[in-house]
T-cell receptor
């Protein structure tokens, strides 16, 4: 059974700092991996999607990497801002040949960026 | 204006009552999903559907039922068999195995 772990559970940094959020998964037979942002009481906002054949994706100040063989993904946030404060979730989507359509989410990392 | 809508925003359930949560999308996505989120936790998959008139159980399907009669709609019924229904329910859609896009969620509370 696929398990997704996000460490740390919470992170507090001063404004302007670069930071890395971690996501690890136990079964490397994934189709893709997606990073989301969730503000309190709200739905999820998609940040980046990495296909299993890709190593990284970038969007603005965000960069996500994927290493399938080691079961790891990182989300790098450059020059953090108070508006980046939110919970960040990663999700792996199971391979098309098995359990196609199923996804497993981590519990998230809650980020606080202090002004 | 494309997107996913969920209604209602808040829903109250009495003991022994079935309630239905609505999810509609106009993104022309084939796949739709229902997740449950409990405080401080990630999302757990309840049901998903990759095509009209077909759906599969996720990891926590017991006490829930769904239908997929139209591509745009994937309603979730929380039955009286679900003994601990208080949670935040999130609906999502995607092209097959593509990025998932989420609705704003429905918070279900038990009276």
């Amino acid at each position: 059974k696929q398990e997704v772990t996000q460490i740390p559970a919470a992170l507090s940094v001063p404004e302007g700092e670069n930071l890395v959020l971690n996501c690890s998964f136990t079964d490397s037979a994934i189709y893709n991996l997606q990073w989301f942002r969730q503000d309190p009481g709200k739905g999820l906002t998609s940040l980046l999607l990495i296909q299993s054949s890709q190593r990284e994706q970038t969007s603005g100040r965000l960069n996500a990497s994927l290493d399938k063989s080691s079961g790891r993904s990182t989300l790098y946030i450059a020059a953090s801002q108070p508006g980046d404060s939110a919970t960040y979730l990663c999700a792996v989507f199971h391979h098309l040949n098995t359990n196609a359509g199923k996804s497993t989410f981590g519990d998230g990392t809650t980020l606080t960026v202090k002004p | 204006d494309g997107g996913i809508t969920q209604s209602p925003k808040y829903l109250f359930r009495k003991e022994g009552q079935n309630v239905t949560l609505s999810c509609e999308q106009n993104l022309n996505h084939d796949a739709m999903y229902w997740y449950r989120q409990d405080p401080g936790q990630g999302l757990r998959l309840i049901y998903y559907s990759q095509i009209v008139n077909d759906f599969q159980k996720g990891d926590i399907a017991e006490g829930y039922s769904v239908s997929r009669e139209k591509k745009e709609s994937f309603p979730l019924t929380v039955t009286s068999a679900q003994k601990n229904p208080t949670a935040f329910y999130l609906c999502a859609s995607s092209i097959l195995s593509g990025a998932q896009y989420f609705g704003p969620g429905t918070r279900l509370l038990v009276l």
